[in-house]
């Protein structure tokens, strides 16, 4: 299935914030884009922080939304 440019720009933006997870043992996967919504994959050292709604809120979730204004939210999806 063909991406959408949408699908493509935040794509991009997760590859950009991937380094920073992965350096403190975590990662982010791109799970879909759907009615508004970006559904991601926190994973490793990630899954289990107690600090993951504020990483996925006020971290990933802002830098998406203020990149790209057709998204309104970010959601982990386990």
């Known amino acids: 299935m063909k991406k ?3 699908e493509l720009k935040i794509i991009a933006l997760i590859d950009k914030i991937r380094p920073f997870l992965i ?3 975590g990662n982010i996967e791109f799970i879909k884009y759907e009615d508004n919504i970006v559904y991601v994959s926190l994973s490793g050292a990630c899954k289990d922080c107690a600090m993951i709604d ?3 809120k006020d971290g990933i979730e802002d830098l998406i939304i203020n990149e790209i204004e057709e998204v309104k939210e970010v959601r982990n999806i386990d």
Request: charged share 20%.
């Open 4 to 6: 959408s440019e949408i």
């Open 23 to 25: 350096n403190d043992g």
């Open 54 to 56: 504020i990483t996925l």
